[in-house]
């Protein structure tokens, strides 16, 4: 799980990261995409049961969308193809898709 001030940080520390650097970050949150928690944690959302858990999942999803996915979508908008499909391949070799469609943060990708 990223902390709540991890998903904060990124945002502060992009504008200072060559773009080779953020590169690197955003392949490694591609390759690392289904151990998130608001990829793991997706589950929770759909339950209709208010609970905790289910709470504390809705505010870290909406905190990495507000957060980490608004730092990222500008820079993933300006790959090349090759780079866009490496990052797809990526993911799928790595990743459970199965979590990961049904994810929150995928909707969003999916809808930019």
């Keep these: ?26 392949c490694l949150l591609v ?11 997706a589950t929770l959302l759909d339950s209709q049961v208010d609970s905790p858990e289910r709470r ?16 990222i979508l500008p820079v993933i908008s300006q790959f090349n193809l090759g780079v866009a499909s490496g990052m797809m391949g990526l993911m799928m ?3 459970d898709m199965g979590l990961i ?9 999916l809808n930019n």
């Design 1 to 26: 799980m990223i902390p709540a001030k991890g998903k904060r940080l990124l945002p502060r520390i992009a504008r200072h990261l060559q773009a080779n650097q953020l590169l690197q970050i955003i």
């Design 31 to 41: 390759a690392c995409f289904s151990q998130l928690d608001v990829v793991r944690n």
């Design 56 to 71: 504390e999942a809705e505010e870290q999803t909406e905190l990495f969308l507000s957060t980490v996915l608004q730092c």
């Design 93 to 95: 070799e790595h990743g």
């Design 101 to 109: 469609i049904h994810s929150r943060v995928c909707l969003r990708i």
